[in-house]
């Protein structure tokens, strides 16, 4: 397959769809249980950073699934 630019990367074949439709929801899965846990902090009215930190991992990495262009950025600019 080839890649245009600025259009998401799709996947190469029905195996690789079906894994990372599979990851996606597995992930799916896990983000949610975190998300719950923050919100129930917030009306508790406190942050956890730990989890703050994991459900920005997650979501980066769901990104990163569904094909979202996601910028690089040097950490010395
Ligand atoms: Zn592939």
Known sequence: MTQSRGRPTRW???G???AGEAEIRRLGTILAKFEEGRAV???N????Q???EVIADLSGRLDRLYGVEVQEVAADE
């Open 45 to 48: 009215g406190h942050t956890d």
């Open 16 to 18: 690789c769809k079906a």
């Open 12 to 14: 190469c074949s029905s």
């Open 50 to 52: 730990r989890r703050a």
């Open 41 to 43: 902090d917030a009306l």
